[in-house]
C-alpha cells in the first residue's frame, strides 16, 4: 500500500514537472536549456510529453504502445481512450489482451522467466546482479507482482517481444555531418538559412521504418559500450568483417565515439513494442563529426537489424521509428541546423 501511494505521489509530482515545463515553452522559442560548458554534460528531455499519460495523456502523447495489431503478431489490443491512459482514472472494466511472444517465452538469454515461476524473484526499481531494472523516469509502481507502464495503459498485459519486465534499456547513437557540396563547403537551405544536417539511418527489417541504428544494452554493458557496438553492427556491418577489418573499423570508431558528445534524451520511449508491464527506455546520443573526416573513411554497410542504411538529410518531414524523429529535431535545434521551411515550428512544443 505504501509503495502505490509513493507511485502516486511521484506520478503528482511528474504532472506538475510536465505543466511547469509546458509553459516554460509556451512563453518562446527557447525550449532548450543552454549548455554553457561541455556537450557531454547537456541532457534533454521529452519527459514532459512522453509521460502525459500518468495522469491524463494528451492527444498527441503515448499513441504508439497503443497500435494495433501488436508488432509481428496479428493481437489486437483492447481499446484505450485518450482519457483514460493514465492508471489514476478510476477503470474498473479495464480487460487488456494478454501477449507475450512465443520467442520471449522460449527463454532466451536476453529474457526474463515469466513471473508465475517459483525460481524467478526480480528486484524491481534497483540493480537486479547484472540486469538493470531501475528506471530513467524514477520509481514505478508494482501491481500483483508485475511492474506497471508508468506512462499509463497500453492495452496489452504480458512482455510482448520485450525481454523483461518492467523498463527495457536501448541506447541509441545519432551520428550527423554537415552536408557539404562537391568544393566542401556547407550546403545552406534556401529558406531558412540554416546549415543541412545529415545523420546515419537504417532501414529496420522488422518494420520497414528508418529509424536511428540503435539496439538493446546487454547486462552489465556501459551504454558507451552499446553505443559503439550497435553503430558497427548495423551501420558497418561489423559482425561481417574480418579480423583485420575489424581491427581497422574499432579504431575508427573509437576517435568517432570518444570526441564530445550531446546526450538528447535519456528515458522513456513511446514504442509500439511497450505493454502495461514491459516497456523500452533509451539513452540518445550525439555524436556529430564536424569536419566529416573521420566518416569519410568509413564505408556505411547494413548489417544485423538493418536492411538498409544511409545519409539522410534533416528536416521536419522526416517519419521514423518510435519517437526518433524528436530525438532528431533535438539535435538539429541543439546545432543550429536547418530543421522546416515554416519560422513558426521551431517555437512549438514536442
Given amino acids: ?107 532466451p538469454t536476453w529474457a526474463d522467466p515469466q513471473i508465475s515461476e517459483s525460481n524467478f524473484s526480480p528486484k524491481f526499481n534497483e540493480k537486479d546482479g547484472h540486469v538493470e531494472r531501475k528506471s530513467q523516469n524514477g520509481l514505478y509502481e508494482i501491481e500483483n507482482g508485475r511492474p506497471r507502464n508508468p506512462a499509463g495503459r497500453t492495452g496489452l498485459a504480458g512482455r510482448g517481444l520485450l525481454g523483461r519486465w518492467g523498463p527495457n534499456h536501448a541506447a541509441d547513437p545519432i551520428i550527423t555531418r554537415w552536408k557539404k557540396d562537391r568544393s566542401g563547403n556547407k550546403i545552406t537551405h534556401p529558406i531558412s538559412g540554416k546549415n543541412i544536417l545529415q545523420f546515419v539511418a537504417i532501414k529496420r527489417k522488422d518494420c520497414g521504418e528508418w529509424a536511428i541504428p540503435g539496439g538493446m544494452v546487454d547486462p552489465g554493458e556501459k551504454i558507451s559500450a552499446t553505443l559503439k557496438r550497435e553503430f558497427g553492427e548495423e551501420a558497418l556491418n561489423s559482425l561481417q568483417k574480418s579480423s583485420a577489418e575489424k581491427r581497422k573499423l574499432e579504431e575508427q570508431l573509437r576517435k568517432l565515439f570518444s570526441q564530445e558528445h550531446l546526450v538528447i534524451y535519456k528515458g522513456y520511449v513511446d514504442d509500439p513494442r511497450n505493454t502495461d508491464n514491459a516497456w523500452m527506455e533509451t539513452e540518445a546520443v550525439n555524436y556529430h563529426d564536424e569536419t566529416g573526416e573521420i566518416m569519410d573513411n568509413l564505408t556505411l554497410e547494413a548489417g544485423d537489424d538493418a536492411g538498409k542504411v544511409k545519409w539522410v538529410d534533416i528536416n521536419n518531414k522526416l517519419k521514423l521509428y518510435a519517437s526518433h524523429s524528436q530525438f532528431i529535431r533535438l539535435v538539429a ?16 512544443g514536442l
Avoid at 509546458?22 to 528531455?45: D, K, L, Y
Avoid at 492527444?59 to 509481428?72: D, F, L, M, Q, V
Avoid at 535545434?333 to 512549438?348: L, N
Fill in 1 to 107: 500500500m505504501a509503495r502505490r501511494v509513493l507511485g502516486r505521489t511521484l506520478a503528482s509530482v511528474s504532472l506538475s514537472v510536465a505543466l511547469a515545463s509546458v509553459a516554460v515553452t509556451s512563453s518562446g522559442c527557447r525550449s532548450i536549456p543552454e549548455c554553457r560548458n561541455s556537450f557531454s554534460s547537456c541532457g534533454f528531455h521529452l519527459y514532459s510529453n512522453i509521460m502525459s499519460g500518468s495522469n491524463g495523456a494528451k492527444e498527441n502523447s503515448h499513441n504508439k504502445a497503443r497500435t494495433s495489431p501488436y508488432p509481428g503478431s496479428k493481437v489486437q489490443r483492447s481499446q484505450v481512450p485518450n482519457e483514460k491512459v493514465g492508471w489514476l482514472v478510476e477503470w474498473q472494466d479495464y480487460n487488456p489482451v494478454e501477449y507475450t511472444a512465443v520467442s520471449v517465452l522460449a527463454g
Fill in 333 to 348: 535545434e541543439k546545432r543550429d541546423a536547418h530543421w522546416s521551411e515554416d519560422s513558426e515550428t521551431d517555437c512549438r
